[in-house]
């Protein structure tokens, strides 16, 4: 009998409950640590700050302090907006030949007969560059060398749903953060009276997904999006009650605020009772402030005509692009502006059909309200620290969708998942550069994949943010808004 053996007779067998115990110490601690780290976070030392939103430091120095991400519901198409293809001309009513690494949806339409169409409007050279985009960007235009864009964007699906939830949260499925969400747990709030991220919808309504779209995900709610009403009164029941002063309401919450931290100072393992007070005192803070910073009507004539407050056709928009500049000058960090509804073509960017006159109808809708949010931030100085995006959740094809050669009125476009035309402007980025390039036809990129989590990466570098740092244990994992990490597009970047 060998040693070993010798040494295995003498040793005690492990009573089955120790072996139980042990085995699952391990499953058990990894169960413990994704309750836990899906709390709120932890409360803060005696004396100190203990609001979620406070101020935090970034990882390097920031080039932008804020972001104003513009979302396009509906798939723009590249091809009748900032990207101007001859070739789409050149092959007007015939075959698009085979193009190469598609896959999918798009490449089974490439095998059967896809007619190109040509761009709906002219385009038009713009700026000192001669930039040409569309025609129909008649005020954006001028302004395109202010513009940094990002060409032949990846996403992982061709249907609206999880495009859109991955534009917004870096995953195709529900139950992610959106960006605004990693921002504010990332950074805090510049504002003490205001949410640090808000969302303003389309008045006629919102897009695929709802607030999934600016949710907080498995993070603390403390950062999900408080979305404004797009019309009407921008936040409902803000002022105070009938008979109840702002001296009365402080020292009513005084009175909660204390019988709350007595609750919460005998069960510290509720680390979420500190974030409710903190929501109680927000609450307060926003019916002192938040009158004063929605009322656009101290807005002179001059800047309400500035962002189309004076046409139909525009004052939607606009109304949502003047909020969102009020609301970076108070400190806000995270503005989600939505243009569009739910698959709507005439409400939005989703045009399978009839594309040009709808898309004549969005352009209009926002041209005028985009350039005057660029140019009054540019007046007041807070471009130089306010990053603006514009993007969509996919482009659309080069082949005709409906209708027929004779009846361009009625054709559309189909959704395309490797087109995505998206630009940045504002706090470090570098103006009339360009990130990637598409093909001849503009249905996906050439060269080195772009894909969604590098602009994800690009705009938290921007806001002074390292993607793989920022990161939240959940279920186990460290998290992040780029997965398995994006590379920032240096080329936008000054």
């Given amino acids: 009998m060998s040693i070993d053996a010798i040494d295995r007779e003498k040793r005690p067998l492990m009573p089955r409950r120790d072996v139980l115990r042990r ?35 970034p990882h390097f120095p920031p080039a932008a302090k804020r972001c104003i991400f513009l979302f396009m519901s ?9 990207e101007h293809k001859p070739a789409l001309t050149k092959f007007a009513d015939k075959t698009v030949p085979a193009l190469p690494h598609l896959k999918g949806e798009i490449a089974a ?3 059967k007969n896809a007619i190109a169409m040509p761009e709906m409007f002219p385009f038009a050279p713009f700026g000192e560059s001669g930039r040409k985009v569309s025609s129909l960007f008649e005020r954006l235009g001028p302004l395109v060398d202010r513009l940094a864009f990002v060409h032949g964007i990846i996403g992982e699906s061709n249907n609206h749903g999880p495009a859109t939830l991955q534009i917004h949260t870096g995953s195709e499925l529900q139950g992610s953060p959106s960006v605004g969400s990693w921002l504010t747990y990332g950074l805090g709030s510049e504002s003490h009276e205001l949410p640090g991220y808000v969302v303003i919808c389309d008045p006629r309504g919102e897009p695929t997904n709802g607030n999934g779209c600016w949710s907080a995900g498995f993070l603390p709610a403390s950062f999900q999006g408080t979305p404004l009403n797009s019309k009407g009164p921008p936040i409902v029941d803000l002022d105070f009650p009938a008979g109840m002063s702002p001296a009365r309401a402080r020292r009513e919450l005084d009175l909660i605020r204390r019988l709350n931290e007595r609750h919460a100072a005998l069960r510290s393992e509720h680390q979420e009772l500190e974030a409710r007070i903190a929501a109680y005192e927000l609450a307060y803070r926003m019916q002192m402030a938040a009158p004063e910073a929605i009322d656009i009507s101290q807005e002179t004539e001059h800047i309400q005509k500035l962002y189309g407050l004076d046409r139909p056709q525009t004052q939607g928009f606009g109304r949502q692009c003047l909020l969102a ?11 989600l502006l939505v243009h569009g509804v ?7 960017w989703d045009h ?8 004549k ?27 603006v995006v514009f993007t969509s959740e996919m ?25 995505l035309c998206s630009w940045l402007a504002g706090a470090g980025v570098k103006a009339g550069a360009d990130a990637g390039a598409t093909d001849d036809f503009g249905v996906r990129g050439v060269g080195e994949d772009i894909l969604m989590r590098d602009l994800h990466a690009t705009i938290l570098y921007l806001i002074g943010l390292e993607d793989s740092t920022l990161t939240y244990l959940h279920e186990g994992r460290f998290k992040r808004l780029t997965d398995l990490g994006g590379r920032v597009l240096d080329d936008v970047v000054a």
Avoid: C, W
């Avoid at 004396?47 to 406070?54: Q, R, T, V």
């Avoid at 739910?342 to 939005?348: A, C, I, K, V």
């Fill in 23 to 57: 085995s699952l110490n391990g499953i058990g601690a990894l169960a413990l640590a994704s309750m836990l780290a899906d709390e709120a976070r932890p409360a803060a030392p005696p004396g100190a700050d203990a609001n979620p939103l406070s101020p935090k430091k």
């Fill in 395 to 419: 482009g659309r094809t080069p082949f005709r969708q409906l209708g027929t050669p004779a009846d361009l009125d009625k054709a559309g476009r189909d959704h395309n998942q490797y087109g």
């Fill in 361 to 387: 109808k969005a352009i209009g809708e926002v041209d005028l309200p985009i350039a005057g949010l660029l140019t009054d931030l540019d007046q007041r100085g807070l471009l130089d620290d306010t990053l």
């Fill in 74 to 82: 509906g798939g723009v198409s590249q091809v009748d907006t900032f």
């Fill in 352 to 359: 399978h059909g009839a594309i040009k006159p709808n898309i």
């Fill in 342 to 348: 739910t698959n709507s073509g005439e409400m939005g």
């Fill in 325 to 335: 500049r009020r609301l970076a000058e108070r400190g806000v960090r995270f503005t």
């Fill in 109 to 111: 339409n490439l095998t």
